[in-house]
């Protein structure tokens, strides 16, 4: 069982930045792909970028391509996602979520956290 806690949500102006961290906990951390998902008032819940176990390969939704940065830390059992260049359409519940292949494409996740805001003010 993996358990995830997001951290580092807030509220920043547009163009801002921010760091968001998700820390893990559970033995499969190290074998599992990572990912971060948001969800906007009203919307659905959408990928946003993803992580291979070893950290050698990314994937981003579109929309964020060049702007955000997936990381691992695979001995702090922590996943980040730094984001610049913010804009008010990245205004969103952010959520942290663990898994396979599927997660990967930002599909199906196994493990999910609680999610943290984020608000980008215009």
């Known amino acids: 069982q993996v358990q995830l806690v997001e951290s580092g949500g807030g509220l920043v102006q547009a163009g801002g930045s921010l760091r968001l961290s998700c820390a893990a906990s559970g033995r499969t951390f190290t074998n599992s792909v990572m990912a971060w998902f948001r969800q906007a008032p009203g919307k659905e819940r959408e990928f946003v970028a993803a992580i291979s176990s070893s950290a050698l390969s990314t994937n981003y939704a579109d929309s964020v391509k060049g702007r955000f940065t997936i990381s691992r830390d695979n001995a702090k059992n922590t996943v980040y996602l730094r984001m610049n260049s913010l804009k008010p359409d990245d205004t969103a519940v952010y959520y942290c979520?663990?898994?396979?292949?599927?997660?990967?494409?930002?599909?199906?996740?196994?493990?999910w956290g609680q999610g943290t805001q984020v608000t980008v003010s215009s």
């Open positions: 979520a663990a898994g396979k292949s599927s997660c990967y494409r930002g599909q199906e996740c196994d493990h």
